[in-house]
């Protein structure tokens, strides 16, 4: 019994001190984002709770963009992925795209919710991304402006982990909204 209280008493200290973490990078990214001029976004500490409590590991925790710009320039986009759990994550990828992905409930049916006016981006290169225990690493894109109507669109970004011979995992996907210019 004592091993069980023990388990379970280093598996809250581990919580708490990764929410305290995520709390401390989501306010010093959503101030740089800020003082850019940026939009930014974050989870609530509700939806990190919930988040916490579901299967898939790693998360997205905040992301923040340029906001707008005219066709013919490029948007800047950053999303925040963090791993709650004891071990490191290789192989993660995130995959952006335009279009009204976020409503679709299915992720399959999610990604194929596409503007295909828009390039689809995938970062980072061979062979992924690396989240290391407990911490939080961003990824940073620029999204082309094609020739558009000037009107909201609605930016996606689909979190992955690749197992490259087998379908790769589904993790968490977030929405943005961007006005082109």
Avoid: C
Avoid at 40 to 64: C, D, H, W
Avoid at 127 to 154: H, M, R
């Amino acid at each position: 019994m004592a091993e069980f209280r023990h388990a379970v008493s280093d598996f809250a200290d581990r919580q708490a001190a990764f929410i305290k973490n995520v709390a401390e990078t989501i306010e010093r990214r959503r101030q740089e984002a800020e003082s850019r001029g940026e939009l930014f976004t974050a989870v609530t500490p509700e939806q990190l709770q919930r988040k916490l409590k579901r299967a898939n590991s790693p998360m997205i925790v905040y992301q923040g963009w340029s906001g707008g710009a005219p066709a013919g320039s490029s948007l800047t986009y950053n999303v925040g992925i963090s791993n709650p759990d004891p071990i490191d994550y290789i192989w993660l990828f995130v995959h952006l795209f335009i279009g009204p992905a976020n409503i679709a409930p299915d992720v399959s049916e999610a990604v194929t919710a596409v503007d295909e006016r828009f390039v689809r981006l995938t970062q980072p290169e061979f062979a992924g991304l690396t989240v290391k225990a407990g911490t939080t690493e961003q990824l940073d894109f620029t999204i082309p402006i094609p020739a558009v109507e000037q009107t909201n669109y609605l930016g996606n970004s689909l979190l992955f982990q690749s197992t490259w011979h087998d379908p790769a995992s589904y993790l968490d996907r977030s929405l943005f909204v961007f006005k082109v210019t």
